[in-house]
């Protein structure tokens, strides 16, 4: 079918019992609720002694947190519908002046830290549990308090079944023939190719899949298909882009035309199906005889 594509030690004691903290100033505290993003700043008088509770309902959104003080307990829910799903973040690339925990049921787990060793940009992702999830992020120790740290992230959330969410690799199997027509009509690139060159990136836990594209179906948001040009002659080159997926799953260098679906997610465009050309067209000619398409397939 197609492209067969620790948990981290608390940081501390006070750590944990500021946990308590939060969960006792739930109730009390000011809070922004029901929104994307997030600004605000660290610079009132109490802020280091405070742990200051967040709300966002969005898909997409943005954190900003100037002069970090204290701390943020940053609550994220898929909408108002409960649903599980699996999320990722991204720093900023001038990130500072804080580190993001992930609370698990009873402690919390480092997620972010500019000093863990890994990656500055890698996703850092998790799953929700009843339906949400909580960072915790936790200023770190001011030296210069006029000095501007500023810790900010962008989230990305993608609702899943509860059955999905339990399975690791539930994101490595094929698409099934009624997901292959969703990705079709709803993904944000839609390309055919063949793939040309395949590199597992360690440092990110992803394979990166180089694909020479042979037709553009759809290319929306930001482009992810780009056009080689001779400097010399002036002629147009070979049409290629770069997807990404999971590293897990053991993505195989395959031969022959592919339909790639997916999406842009903080930036990279992810993977989601691969079925082979000739699946897809099977695929395609069932739906338009039974009447099961979804959207006008090409």
């Not at 969703?182 to 793939?195: A, K, L, N, P």
């Not at 799953?249 to 031969?255: A, D």
Request: proline share 4%.
């Amino acid at each position: 079918m197609g492209l067969q594509l620790a948990r981290a030690e608390p940081r501390k004691t006070s750590v944990l019992a500021t946990f308590v903290l939060i969960i006792l100033c739930d109730e009390t505290f000011a809070f922004s609720g029901d929104g994307c993003d997030w600004v605000g700043s660290g610079l009132r008088e109490d802020a280091s002694r405070e742990v200051q509770p967040i709300y966002l309902r969005c898909a997409l959104g943005y954190v900003e947190w100037n002069y970090p003080r204290g701390a943020l307990r940053v609550v994220l829910r898929h909408g108002t519908s409960g649903k599980e799903f699996r999320g990722c973040l991204r720093t900023d690339k001038h990130f500072n002046g804080a580190q993001i925990y992930v609370e698990g049921p009873r402690k919390l787990h480092l997620l972010y830290s500019k000093t863990d060793g890994k990656h500055p940009d890698l996703l850092r992702c998790f799953t929700s549990f009843h339906g949400q999830v909580a960072l915790y992020v936790e200023a770190e120790p001011v030296n210069n308090t006029l000095h501007k740290e500023v810790a900010s992230f962008r989230y990305d959330l993608q609702p899943v079944s509860n059955e999905a969410l339990l399975n690791d690799l539930d994101e490595c199997r094929p698409c099934t023939e009624e997901e292959i027509l969703t990705y079709y009509c709803t993904s944000s690139f839609v390309i055919q190719g063949t793939i040309s060159s395949l590199q597992n990136q360690d440092a990110f836990l992803w394979s990166a899949l180089t694909v020479q594209v042979a037709k553009v179906y759809r290319d929306c948001e930001s482009p992810v298909v780009s056009t080689s040009k001779d400097v010399n002659t002036e002629t147009v080159g070979k049409r290629e882009a770069v997807l990404y997926r999971l590293i897990k799953c053991g993505t195989k260098h395959g031969v022959g035309d592919f339909i790639f679906m997916g999406r842009r997610m903080l930036g990279y465009p992810i993977l989601h199906c691969a079925p082979k050309l000739p699946e897809w067209q099977k695929v395609r000619r069932k739906a338009l005889l039974e009447g099961t398409n979804q959207c006008q397939l090409d």
